[in-house]
Each structure stands twice: as structure tokens, then as C-alpha cells.
């Protein structure tokens, strides 16, 4: 089974290919602008590598979400555009379990089995989920929602590893005040990435018709929240 995987929820964009498992290429960028123009040329570089055309690839996957609005729109456009096209079956997977995974290995070498994932929502705000590690698995404890930086000190209610770029977003507040409750390493990954993304829903092994699948939007856009008069609250 061939998957072709594609991640631009966050700043770092990446695709990664992977054959029964096993990773055949991957390549990323890590860009401040939007993923949009060089999405396409990672992919080619990945097909490329792999030796292999869109047409061999048996199912699409893209990160779901939460993040960037954007960004998280350019990868599921491109993936649930290809599962149309060939007639393929495409997946989703949400950015923050995606970045547990790739974290999981971590938390068992430094005696932990719980995981924060937190991504930067911008304006002081947090998307977050929480994980734990049972059986060499992943469960989900807290689902992904979104919180001020100012209530994670009450959101965290005892020592965890805590992961993803909303730590360096938010790094003077939070080491002043959550001090004693962020466990940081510096082994940590603090984004998600096509390689997480498509090894996972290789092992789920569950793909739809590319009408089913919906991206996780958290917030509303920033239009929606200024006439719903969701203010910007300083640190």
C-alpha cells in the first residue's frame, strides 16, 4: 500500500511517501509565507525520489488540523483534489495527535507517559490536546480545543511534556508562569509533519471517499470573531 501524505498546518510544510510502512521519501520547508507555491514542487520532489507517479499512490492523506486556516486549507484542497481525481481513498489526521506521535518516543525516555500538544493560535490563544501513552498507544485525554495563554496554568493541573511551537510563541509568559508545570526538552518536535501524518494512517487504516472528510477549524476566522466581538486579550 502506497500513501502519499502532505502536513502545511504550521509553518514547517512537508510530504512524505510511505510503501507498507515504510518511509520512501519525505521533504520540507519551512516557510513564513504561505505553502501554497511550494507544496507542488515537494511533491514532485517525492515522487521523484520514490521512483513512483500520482497515479501508483493507493491512498492521500492530509493533517486536518488544527492551524493555520490557510495553511491547513492548502493541504487538504491538494489531497482531496488527487483522491478525486484518481478515484482514491483519502484519510485525515488531526495535527496535534500527529505530533504526539512524533513526541511519544521522547516522553518514554524521560519517564513520562502523559503529552501537552499545543500549537500557536496567534492573538494569546492555543490550540491544545492532551495524550497518554497506554500500551504503546496513544489516548486521547483532553480533545483539541482552543485556550488562552493566560488560563493554561489552570488547563495543566500537574507536570506534563509539553510540545509544539505555541511554547516558543509564548515562551516568556509561560516559563514565568506555568514554571512548574511544562516539562521541555530539547529533543522535542514542535511540528507536525507529513511523516507523522502518513505512517499513522497507515496504521488506523481507515480511508474515505474524499467527500466525507472535513478540516478541523477550532476558531472561527478572524472576520467571524471581531463581528462576534472576540477581542485580542494582552499577556
Not at 505553502?35 to 499512490?57: G, T
Not at 483534489?81 to 518514554?108: H, P, Q, R, V
Not at 516568556?172 to 518536535?189: M, Q, S, V
Request: glycine share 6%.
Amino acid at each position: 500500500m502506497i500513501i502519499l501524505s502532505c502536513e502545511t498546518s504550521t509553518l514547517l510544510g512537508s510530504v512524505a511517501i510511505h510503501k507498507d510502512g515504510q518511509l520512501l521519501s519525505q521533504k520540507s520547508l519551512f516557510r513564513q509565507g504561505s505553502h501554497a507555491e511550494a507544496l507542488n514542487v515537494l511533491i514532485q520532489d517525492c515522487l521523484a525520489e520514490a521512483k513512483i507517479s500520482l497515479k501508483d499512490v493507493d491512498h492521500f492523506v492530509t493533517g486536518l488540523g488544527p492551524g493555520s486556516f490557510t495553511g491547513i486549507r492548502i493541504s487538504f484542497n491538494t489531497i482531496k483534489t488527487f483522491s478525486e481525481i484518481f478515484n482514491k481513498d483519502m484519510a485525515g489526521i488531526d495535527s496535534l495527535k500527529s505530533l504526539a506521535y512524533l513526541n511519544k518516543d521522547l516522553a518514554l525516555s524521560l519517564n513520562q507517559t502523559e503529552i501537552a500538544c499545543a500549537l500557536n493560535a496567534f492573538k494569546n490563544m492555543v490550540y491544545i490536546a492532551t495524550y497518554k501513552i497506554e500500551n504503546n498507544s496513544l489516548v486521547e485525554t483532553r480533545p483539541p480545543q482552543v485556550v488562552r495563554v493566560q488560563e493554561l496554568d489552570s488547563f495543566i493541573v500537574k507536570p506534563i511534556l509539553f510540545v509544539g511551537d505555541a511554547f516558543s510563541a509564548y515562551e516568556n509568559y509561560l516559563t514565568k508562569n506555568c514554571p512548574d508545570k511544562l516539562i521541555r526538552n530539547e529533543n522535542a518536535h514542535d511540528y507536525p509533519t507529513a511523516v507523522a501524518v502518513g505512517h499513522l494512517a497507515g496504521l488506523e487504516n481507515k480511508f474515505f471517499h474524499w467527500s466525507k472528510l472535513l478540516p478541523l477549524y477550532l476558531r472561527a476566522s478572524e472576520a467571524e470573531e471581531n463581528l462576534n466581538g472576540i477581542k485580542y486579550q494582552p499577556l
